[in-house]
């Protein structure tokens, strides 16, 4: 495999992750407007004369994005052409540019024409999608040299499931995770993990059923995927992909977890926000990846 196309792939996921970390950034510092209802151009200018930090942060994240959709391009068509006859290697391709397409528009649209918090929210996940297709893309490419087959691994249905499920679920919680950023909902709840407060009580508004909603499903994909862990600590031991798969997305959600804990403990440090996104983001590019070994595993038994 051509060397330059490894270094493409690995710098075009690299560059997904600081898109996906600069639009947690312009969400944690609300620097959305900090070029005004302008778009692309910022307050209506090429070289903008007044410059706040919003305009900067929000500026900087506009450029890398821009700058990423290019690196994307290239990558889509160059894997198009060089292993397009991997089966995968097409949809992946288009995944990727469409969803990062997808993002910039509804970037776009927030900063033009005023958007709900509950339509913001999903932009966050949008962009995961587009970061999830580069990352499979950029395995994909380092695999066709170490010629690992994955149609070789077994996995039950059991498995299975738990795959599919996890990563429609991990979808849920990003979702609501991003819905406490836009709703301004992350310390509505001045305690952790319970929304006490001044007394012990259920959520009494919409910002508090936000946050608590969050943390809820929180737990639940972390005990889930402890228990999942579990199963492939005892079930999959030979198969060391499966096996140390889950060991490494267990770490994540734990570490995710503590980062949002942290997150309360701390009054929104912006350094642990930026963290708690990140080890998301990872965590769901492991979960895609089980995906992709899924579709191409031989299937057995339950267990």
């Given amino acids: 495999m051509q060397r330059s196309l490894k270094w493409l792939a690995v710098a075009t996921t690299i560059g997904m992750i600081l898109v996906l970390l600069g639009g947690a950034l312009v969400t944690k510092t609300e620097s959305g407007m900090g070029c005004g209802r302008s778009w692309p151009l910022c307050n209506g200018q090429f070289l903008p004369s007044e410059i706040t930090p919003e305009l900067i942060i929000e500026l900087a994240h506009r450029l890398v994005s821009g700058s990423v959709g290019f690196l994307v391009l290239i990558l889509s068509i160059w894997t198009w052409k060089v292993i397009g006859h991997i089966r995968e290697t097409k949809f992946l391709s288009f995944l990727s540019f469409f969803f990062l397409v997808l993002q910039g528009l509804i970037g776009a649209a927030a900063v033009i024409w005023e958007q709900s918090d509950f339509i913001l929210a999903l932009h966050f996940g949008i962009s995961l999608i587009s970061f999830a297709a580069v990352f499979l893309l950029t395995l994909l490419i380092f695999e066709v040299d170490k010629k ?43 305690d ?48 060391k992909v499966i096996y140390w798969g889950w060991i490494f997305a267990l770490i994540l959600v734990s570490l995710q977890v503590i980062s949002g804990a942290f997150v309360i403990f701390t009054r929104l440090n912006l350094y ?25 595993s031989r299937k057995n038994n339950p267990l």
């Fill in 148 to 190: 690992f087959e994955a149609d070789k691994l077994v996995i039950d249905k059991r498995m299975g499931f738990h795959m599919i499920s996890l990563s429609i679920y991990s979808y849920i919680v990003i979702y609501t995770g991003a819905l406490v950023r836009h709703t301004n909902s992350s310390l509505v709840c001045r």
């Fill in 192 to 239: 952790w993990p319970l929304c006490i407060n001044d007394a012990p009580a259920l959520p009494g508004n919409l910002y508090e059923w936000v946050q608590m909603g969050h943390r809820t499903a929180a737990a639940i994909i972390f005990i889930w995927i402890a228990y999942v862990t579990y199963l492939a600590v005892i079930h999959y031991r030979n198969q």
């Fill in 272 to 296: 642990i926000a930026l963290l708690h996104a990140l080890f998301i983001t990872c965590l769901f590019g492991v979960l895609s990846y089980f995906l992709f070994l899924l579709s191409r």
